[in-house]
């Protein structure tokens, strides 16, 4: 069996940040102002047919609001819940943070960096929203040649350049489904990118919905081949979850043998299905979504929390005898 950090039988993001990096870093979501390719007409209208920005992302973070007091905000809010963090990483979330141009781009990364408790910035964005010259910027940056004097102590050593990490929104492998849900992309958009920033050296993530309209369970499991192919460092999977007022919603109440149905129990499974074809080195970063109640019409399971659900993933990982990668084992050795 692979080696995992915190005794898990999968790749652990939060078991590597700790490794790595001898502390917690936590994030803090900042709302910037962007909006897609997909909605503006450029790609698209409308947005992603799943899509409600204000289900995803906490009250402290909201257009308009200086991003010095999101942060001062967000930090407030996470002293409860993690009174030994430190230093945080800002966390571009809302919509596609890479779609303005480049200097609009490098002036609000950089106001996000100033802050004394911030180690780094996550970009979360969309593959058709970036490009060469955005890209090398974010390496020099990455590289300690942009902000000259800038320093941090994290876990006890001194950082002279910030940790970047972008987070490209890929949702599906498959064509079909990225044109039904109005992504605006196709597949090979995404692997491009993905491409570009690995190259350069930038730690590179991506997210994926399981659930979504027209894919079968075979068709989601088929997908794990195209993920490891990709040079992510890793990924983020949610179950789909039919938000309020989306097209999505009106979809699936016209459709909904469309739908793949999840029980909780049927989708630890499988997950760890899923999580038995990932190559071994790819971090988890997270294997379940929680939307806020209010905005969903039914909560299938329950008020259930984030760290249950992870515990629910161990004792099931444990009770089948099974680890992230088992079954490429054969594949790799």
């Known amino acids: 069996m692979y080696s995992f950090a915190d005794g898990k039988r999968y790749n652990s993001f939060a078991g590597h940040f700790r490794k790595a990096y001898g502390e917690r870093l ?29 289900a995803f ?18 930090i407030e809010f996470h002293r409860v819940r993690y009174r030994n963090a430190v230093n945080y990483l800002a966390y571009f979330q ?11 781009l490098k002036e609000l990364y950089q106001e996000a960096l100033v802050h004394p408790s911030v180690a780094g910035i996550v970009i979360g964005t969309r593959p058709d929203c970036v490009d060469g010259e955005k890209l090398d910027w974010l390496a020099e940056l990455k590289a300690g040649r942009v902000l000259k004097d800038w320093k941090r102590t994290v876990g006890g050593k001194e950082w002279t350049a910030p940790l970047v990490i972008i987070e490209y929104g890929i ?46 369970r075979e068709m989601m499991l088929a997908q794990t081949s195209l993920i490891n192919a990709l040079p992510l460092r890793s990924a983020k999977f949610h179950q789909l979850q039919i938000v309020k007022g989306t097209r999505m919603e009106r979809e699936y109440a016209a459709h909904p043998e469309d739908f793949e149905k999840f029980t909780l129990d049927g989708y630890i499974d499988f997950f760890i ?18 939307v806020p109640p209010r905005f969903v019409n039914d909560t299938p399971w329950g008020l259930i929390r984030n760290v249950e659900l992870l515990r629910l993933l161990d004792k099931r990982l444990e009770e089948r005898g099974t680890w992230q990668g088992r079954l490429l084992e054969n594949l790799l050795a």
């Open 26 to 54: 936590q994030k803090i979501v900042i709302d910037a102002g962007f909006t897609c390719p997909n909605r503006d007409g450029t790609a698209g209208r409308g947005g992603c047919t799943y899509c409600d920005n204000a």
């Open 57 to 74: 992302h906490p009250a402290y973070s909201s257009p308009g609001k200086p991003l010095r007091r999101q942060i001062d905000e967000g």
């Open 94 to 104: 809302s919509y596609s943070n890479t779609y303005a141009p480049l200097d609009r």
């Open 171 to 216: 949702e599906s492998c498959n064509d079909s489904t990225l044109g039904r849900i109005n992504r605006g992309h196709d597949f090979a958009c995404a692997q491009k990118a993905v491409s570009m920033t690995a190259e350069r050296g930038i730690d590179t993530g991506a997210h994926f919905i399981l659930g979504l309209p027209g894919e079968t």
């Open 273 to 290: 299905d899923f999580l038995e074809r990932l190559r071994p080195d790819l971090y988890i970063e997270r294997f379940a979504g929680e």
